[in-house]
């Protein structure tokens, strides 16, 4: 599994934008936002196939969250083990390259425990969507508690609003801002 390495980043006032959203003439606007992937696959599939023709839209940005490629329970192990596989790819790819990247960390059911953590160094900054979790809260959960014993994140970017539930050092970001929020949702 590629490795995303850990980074340092302040994270005071962090303020997302999404893929299809990016834009590249306002440089000094995009160099103080991360650019995140809680996105369909089907509009990150060239971040892997072909990730030079991107480099450079990415780039522009303070950091990248390495793309949120789907874990769905029903899909093939290899299809999931392949999709953890890409995810880190793009971020060490995007490492490679001289950026500032954080890793995403996404899991299915308890068998992709085996793989899902790995390629992220323990004691990095991570970043987790809850987006679509609601209705499987206790299986999110159980992910959840699973990556802060194995990965013991430093800080943990939510996309969406966190779970009471949910320990740790959290910053939750609102999706319909993509800008910071307290605990409480405001």
Known sequence: MPIVKKCKLDLAGVNLIGYPDIKTNDIDENKQRGIHFYIDDYRMEGLYYNPERFIHRIAQYKFAITPDYSLYRDMPKAV????????????????????????????GDSTTFEFCFDGIVEGSIVAVGTIGCKRSKLAFMRGYNEMLERIKPSAIICYGFPFVEMQGNIIPIDYNSTRRVNRNGR
């Open 80 to 107: 999931q083990l392949f999709n953890v596989f890409r995810s880190r790819w793009c971020g060490a790819f995007w490492q490679s390259k001289g950026m500032t990247v954080i890793p995403n960390v996404s899991w």
